[in-house]
C-alpha cells in the first residue's frame, strides 16, 4: 500500500491536507459509522487506524499517514478500526463493528474465532457445476446476514455450462432480494460485473468451497495477481498454504478486498437470525405448532407439517430449514452447555446403574 503523502505537499489556497487526508482514511474503509464513536479530540490524540494484515505475532494497522505493526490481540481481527495509541499500541480502543462474520474453530474446544470485521458486502461464490449446492447457499446467506454483512451471490464458471441461466434462476429463488450475478472470474467481467458492490471505500470478501474463483476474482478485480490461485498452488512445492495471513487488499480503484486463507467455509454460529429471515414463512408457521419445542417431525398439532401436508410448504425447503436449525443449534450451544449436558447424561447413567445394582442384590 503507498503511504500517503499529501501532507508534505503544498496546501491550495482555501484546501486544507485535511480533506486529503481523510479521504485515504475513507479509501481504507472509514465511514461515517466509525467517526460516530470518535470525536475530533479523540482523533487528534489517537488517529484512526484499520486492521490490514493479522499475523500469529502481529497486526498491521494503516492509517492517514501511518503504517505500522502492534501485537497481537485476540479481541482484534482484520478488519477493524482502532484509535492507535502511540504510548500503548496494545490498549489502542477498538472502535464497534458494523458488522463481523466468525465461525466455530475446528478442533474440539470450538471457541469462537473472529473472521472478518466491517465487510460491507459478501460474495457468496458457487461454480455453475457440481458445488453449486442450494443448500450450502442458504447456510452462507443467514451466516452473513447474521453477521450484519449485505449477501451477493455469485456464479462462476459459466463458460464451462451448457445453461448458465438455470443455475442463476435456482439461486435467485432463494431470496428474492439477494442479488445473482454470472460472472466469469477469468476473463475481463468481474470488475464491471461487481462495480455496484466494489466501490471506493466499501469493503468486500468472497466466500464459499475451494475452487469456486474466489482468488481468481480478486486478483481479476486488482488487475495484477495478489492471490495465488489453486493452478498456481498446485504448481508450487511449497504447497498450498503458503499464504495463511489473513488480509484486507486496498485495490487501486479504493475498495478494500478481504483476503482469508482457508476461512472461507463458514461453520454456522449465531445464524439464527439469519436462517429466520431467510425462512420467515417456515419460521412464522412454527409459532402456530402446538409445542413451542416442536421438531416438526411426528408431534401432534404441528402448523408446519400440516402446511406440508396442505401443499403450501415445500418438504424439501423443510427439510433443509431443519437441517440448518439443528446445525445452528449445535453449533451455539455453549461449550458449558454442552459439558453440563455430558454431566447429566453421565449421572442418568450412574442413576441406573445403581438401580440395576440394588436390584441385583
Ligand atoms: N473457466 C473458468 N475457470 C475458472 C473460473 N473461475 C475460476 N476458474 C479456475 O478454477 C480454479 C480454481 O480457482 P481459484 O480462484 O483458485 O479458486 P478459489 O476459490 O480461490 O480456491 P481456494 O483458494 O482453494 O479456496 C483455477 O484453475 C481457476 O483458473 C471461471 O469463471 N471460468
Ligand atoms: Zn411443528
Redesign the pocket.
Known sequence: MARDYSRFLPTTPGGSTRTTTLSTLERLGWQPFFAQQTSVEDLARTPAVRVTEVHRDRLRVQGADFDGTIPFRPDVTVGDWLLYDRDRPAASRLLGRKSLLKRRAPGTGRQIQLIAANADTAFI?SSCNQDFNRARLERYVSVVREAGVAPVILL?????CPDPQRYAAEAGTIAGDIPVVL????GDQPKAALADWCRSGSSVVFL?S????????LNALSGRPV?A???IREHDDRGRHTTTGRRLHLLPDGCAVFDL?GM?ELQLVDAGGGIASLFADLDSLARRCRFRNCGHETEPGCAVRAAVEAGEVDAARLARWRKLVREERFNSASLAERKAKDRAFGKAVRTILKQKEQERR
Open positions: 461464490v462462476t464458471k459459466p463458460d464451462l460472472v466469469n472470474a477469468l464459499g475451494s475452487g469456486v474463483g474466489k482468488s481468481s476474482l492471490a490461485t489453486r493452478a486463507p472461507r
